[in-house]
């Protein structure tokens, strides 16, 4: 953590990583904690004190009294979505109209915008990317072609700006002849508008940068994973937005000189949720068994996530992208009871072997794995590295000699006390 720095911390795979967690674990060293991009088609699961949390929008610095939360302007936001959310952490006595603040920049999310999204993917048939619908493409379309509606319009002039969004998505609509029928999710929708106008609505690029001045230190978190990056993951089946390091920077409005440490995720394997291609995957037993024992369902749509061995080859590309500079390796106990343990340290692509994350991999890849030894002991109760196995140190030695990059955290289960800081 430095003090007038911001930390950022963020998922090196197909999302899923477990970022939720982690961000409850660091945030108390932290003044303020900043989503920097994404919709709610994620989800954050939270678990302390036999409560379980879904988090879409908000930042998970939430559960933390005093601390400042703040929505950034890379951010999409579904105001009906926003408000069922908001609503449930009140009921819980999570107190937030103070602490939670939002960019005027952050794009609004539409009804139409989700009925485009249906629309698109339907119209793509097979070549489906396997979106959750939940219109995040089509609103961050809309910012890039400047059509965008912002939370700071709902502020003045609002009728007429929604209208005229609104009149424009239904003539893409009609040109694609989609039925549809939002006047239900619109009444929610508006009255998620209203709600959202009894909140801080700030200007969070002035706002976060004047809380480095004062010395206040921020830690940004992201959404989804690396390699569902716009510009840099397995395009097209990406999402919309940035979400790697350089992610924080425009999603919030500050220098990279002001970037501190880098925390990147990763699981002890790997999983990815939609279609696109995925070289670890498993299609056997073992990655039945993995789903199992890790839970790997949606935190959102209650989707089967593909389950695979760890890829060393697509996570060395995340922490060069990102600058990664510690890594915080997430639910090692799924793998406790595992004869042998497989690790991806390169590709054969038409029969040659590269070890470098090459512009396609939906064709002709094939992992090359390496075997290690399992450790086949329940470490789940486990309070220090002290009592960590040797086959388990060795894994992660080996892990960290291939990555390059020191490996601070390891989790071993769900409750925020499983994780251990390694010294």
Request: glycine share 10%; aromatic share 8%.
């Amino acid at each position: 953590m430095n003090q007038g720095n911001v930390d950022v911390l963020l998922g090196l795979q197909w999302g899923d990583e477990g970022k939720g967690k982690v961000v409850d674990v660091l945030t108390p060293q932290y003044d303020v904690v900043a989503r920097f991009q994404g919709g709610p088609n994620a989800g954050h699961t939270l678990e302390f004190e036999g409560q379980k949390y879904v988090l879409r929008s908000i930042p998970s610095g939430i559960f933390q009294g005093g601390k400042v939360n703040i929505i950034g302007n890379g951010v999409v936001l579904a105001p009906d979505l926003f408000m069922e959310e908001a609503k449930a952490l009140e009921a819980s006595g999570h107190e937030l109209k103070n602490r939670l603040h939002i960019s005027k920049k952050a794009h609004l999310i539409m009804p139409t915008h989700r009925v485009l999204d249906a629309a698109y993917e339907a119209a793509k048939g097979k070549n489906k990317v396997g979106t959750t619908g939940k219109g995040i493409g089509p609103t961050y379309t809309d910012k890039v072609s400047r059509n965008g509606l912002r939370v700071g319009d709902i502020l003045e002039n609002f009728e007429e700006k929604y209208a005229a969004c609104k009149a424009r998505h239904e003539a893409i609509l009609r040109s694609l002849n989609f039925e549809y029928d939002i006047t239900e999710v619109e009444k929610k929708w508006l009255e998620g508008i209203d709600y959202l106008r009894q909140f801080h609505i700030v200007d969070s690029e002035h706002e976060i940068n004047n809380l480095l001045k004062s010395g206040k230190s921020v830690l940004c978190e992201g959404a989804q994973g690396t390699m569902l990056d716009v510009d840099f993951g397995s395009y097209p089946f990406v999402t919309s937005s940035n979400t790697i390091c350089a992610g924080a920077c425009t999603g919030l409005g500050i220098g990279p000189n002001k970037i501190g440490d880098v925390y990147g995720i990763m699981k002890a394997y790997c999983t990815r949720v939609g279609a696109g291609p995925f070289p670890t995957e498993l299609f056997d037993e073992t990655g039945k068994r993995i789903r199992d024992l890790g839970h790997e369902y949606g935190a959102v749509t209650g989707r089967e996530r593909r389950c695979g061995w760890i890829d060393l080859v697509a996570l060395k590309y995340a922490i060069m992208v990102n600058g990664v500079t510690k890594l915080i390796m997430m639910k090692s106990d799924v793998l406790d009871g595992f004869d042998t343990i497989k690790a991806c340290v390169a590709y054969k692509q038409n029969g040659q072997q590269i070890d470098y994350f090459p512009y396609n991999i939906e064709e002709n890849i094939e992992p090359v794995y390496e075997e290690l030894p399992g450790w086949k002991t329940d470490m789940t109760q486990f309070t220090s590295e002290e009592q960590f196995p040797q086959a388990f140190n060795d894994y992660i030695k080996f892990l960290e000699a291939q990555l390059e990059t020191p490996i601070q955290i390891i989790s071993i289960g769900p409750d925020r006390a499983q994780t251990i800081v390694r010294k």
